[in-house]
Structures are given as C-alpha cells and as structure tokens.
C-alpha cells in the first residue's frame, strides 16, 4: 500500500541539511551579536558570579583580553556595565571620568578602536546605594519614596557626555525615565558628541529575569522593592508600541526589547512598526535557566541556544544582546553553514 501523503509540501524541502540551510528562512550570524560585560573597579582577578555559570566580574587587565578574544572571533560589539567601588545616593561613579566604565572605555578604544561598537550601559542602578535607576525624591526603604525622574535627567545627561568622551560610540540608557533619551540627545549634541548613537532600551519590561545581573553588579533594592512603578508590566503589550514611539520621536536611533524570549510577540509588533534596527536582550536569567538544565542534563545546551537565539531573531531583533556571544562566535567559527 503507498502511503497517502508521501511528501508534501513543505516536507519535501526538510529532506537534507543542504536543502534545509538553503531555504531556510533565518540565518544568525555573530555580526548581529552583543556581549554584555561586567568590568569592577579595585579587583585584579576575575570574580565569578553563581548565578551565571561562565560569566565573570572583569578586572580593567581581564576585560581588554575577553575584547580582543572577541574582536579575534568576530564578535563587532560588546556592552559594558561597571561595578563601582564605592556607591553614593546620586551614582556619581557612573559619570566621574574616573569612573569604572570610563577608564575600561578608553582601554578598549585604545585595543580595539573602531573593529568594536563601543556600547555602554547608560544607568545608575550599580552605582546607587539604594539600587534604584534614578536619585530619589525622599529616603530609601520609606515607602512613599519614587524616584525623582527630572532630577534622574540631568544625571543621565552628565553619564553620557563621560561615556562618550571616554570613547563609547553608542550610549544605551536603561532606566526607562520619561524624556531619558531627549535628555541624552541633548546633553550629547551640546557636548560636540552628535555621531554619538543611541540605542534605547525602548520597552523594558518589570521582568524577574533579572536576578542574576543584580547579583552581578552586587545590586540589591533597599527596602526590597521593586521597579515595576517605572518598568513595564508584563501584562502589556501595546503599550510597547507607545513607549518605543516616544523613544524614536526623542532621538533614538535603535530601539530594544527586553528581556527577549518571553517578550517574542512584542518584538514582532515593534519590528512591524518601526523602520529603525530593533534589538532585544536575552537578558540574565534567560541565560541563567539554560546553564542550570543543561547542567542536570534536562536539555541540551547548544541546540536550545542555537534554537532561542535563532527565534529571537526569527521574531524580528536585527541586534540581539546575549551572554552566549562568545560561545556563538566559537561554535561557528569555521563552519560553513551558520545556526540551524
Ligand atoms: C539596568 C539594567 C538591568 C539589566 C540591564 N540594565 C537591570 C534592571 O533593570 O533591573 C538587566 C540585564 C540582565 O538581566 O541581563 N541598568
């Protein structure tokens, strides 16, 4: 008996791998890649981080090495976040030209200059005492206490004239303040920094995937609260659409997700709006719950990176910001064909 659906289509084009790379619709490549560092002030060995297993606390010596390697593998961008020595109320280390981020920005531009995107974490939460991403509008842990968004503006503004004096070429403000990348347009074109590109974390959401960046850059909320008065809520999803349009009206010249594989259908919705490169961040904890499987065996690490990587792309990010940069670039370097 033959059977009755031998191969339709689009089964007859499953039938080799040659066939499938040929038509496949998403192909990832490691120039559409960012990898997030860590760099902290007064350490000179690098300092592991529990919660994610791979990723490390750079010393200035240990970053420009991971950066080179990278450049060598044909990674084109990285973004930095610094982990201060000291905190203050204001986070005066994200804007001191002294500061952490500053002086590993100009080691790098000096190593790697214009082979590398420069990209720097615009945002005060790792250099607040009270670990909120703006200055406060009364004392931390009081419940009544917000953060004070115009005075959080002007911060904003002095961290991304340091940035890019220092050398970033594009500046990546976080903390979702209303008017933060007007602000920073501003603030970059009076300082003589108009080539100075932003790239906006557009629609942020108040996600728990978070947890093992705090841990990263020793983070914690005093009082234990939240974001989510400034942050996204989760249950949303148009209103993506109304922050990302706001974003691009001020100036943005690229426009983020985050985090990325559970936020799929709002990065579809921003790509189909949006003529500017749209990017998302496969942020801490999406990494940290693929190292965790794979370490007791549940799933199989490179297929479920190669496949989460690949989707988030699918979906429509140009850019994707992943701790896994590193091991995409070794996996493929050489390879004929690139992620399946
Ligand atoms: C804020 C910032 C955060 C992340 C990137 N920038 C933390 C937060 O908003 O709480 C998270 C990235 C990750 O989880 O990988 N400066």
């Given at each position: 008996m033959t059977a009755r659906f031998p191969a339709a289509r689009p089964r007859r084009l499953r039938s080799s791998a040659a066939l499938r790379d040929l038509v496949a619709e998403t192909r990832l490549d490691v120039g559409r890649l960012v990898a997030p560092l860590f760099?902290?002030?007064?350490?000179?060995?690098?300092?592991?981080?529990?919660?994610?297993?791979?990723?490390?606390?750079?010393?200035?010596?240990?970053?420009?090495?991971?950066?080179?390697?990278?450049?060598?593998?044909?990674?084109?961008?990285?973004?930095?976040?610094?982990?201060?020595?000291?905190?203050?109320?204001?986070?005066?280390?994200?804007?001191?030209?002294?500061?952490?981020?500053?002086?590993?920005?100009?080691?790098?531009?000096?190593?790697?200059?214009?082979?590398?995107?420069?990209?720097?974490d615009l945002c005060v939460d790792e250099y607040t005492s009270h670990g909120h991403c703006g200055v406060l509008d009364g004392p931390a842990g009081d419940p009544h206490t917000s953060v004070d968004n115009d005075a959080t503006l002007e911060i904003y503004g002095k961290i991304a004239v340091a940035q890019a004096d220092a050398g970033a070429q594009v500046v990546a403000p976080s903390g979702m303040m209303d008017g933060q990348v007007g602000a920073i347009r501003a603030a970059l074109d009076a300082a003589g920094h108009k080539s100075v590109a932003i790239l906006a974390y557009a629609a942020k959401y108040a996600s728990g995937l978070y947890g093992p960046f705090r841990d990263a850059v020793d983070c914690a909320i005093v009082g234990g609260g939240d974001r989510k008065a400034y942050q996204q809520d989760w249950r949303n999803a148009r209103e993506a659409l109304v922050e990302v349009q706001a974003d691009i009206d001020e100036g943005a010249d690229m426009v983020m997700v985050k985090p990325a594989l559970a936020y799929l259908d709002v990065i579809a919705a921003v790509k189909a709006t949006v003529n500017v490169p749209v990017a998302a961040y496969q942020v801490s904890g999406e990494y940290a719950m693929i190292k965790a499987a794979a370490a007791n065996g549940w799933i199989d690490h490179d297929a479920?990176?190669?496949?989460?990587?690949?989707?988030?792309?699918?979906?429509?990010?140009?850019?994707?910001?992943?701790?896994?940069?590193?091991?995409?670039?070794?996996?493929?370097?050489?390879?004929?064909?690139?992620?399946?």
């Open positions: 760099v902290r002030e007064d350490i000179d060995t690098p300092q592991p981080i529990a919660s994610l297993p791979g990723v490390v606390q750079h010393s200035r010596a240990s970053l420009r090495e991971e950066v080179s390697a990278l450049a060598d593998l044909g990674v084109r961008a990285v973004i930095l976040f610094g982990v201060p020595a000291e905190k203050d109320a204001v986070g005066s280390g994200a804007f001191d030209p002294q500061g952490i981020v500053q002086v590993a920005l100009r080691d790098l531009a000096a190593d790697v200059g214009d082979e590398m995107v420069l990209i720097a479920i990176v190669g496949e989460h990587l690949t989707a988030i792309h699918r979906a429509g990010a140009d850019v994707i910001l992943t701790y896994f940069a590193r091991w995409f670039a070794e996996a493929h370097a050489g390879r004929r064909s690139a992620a399946r």
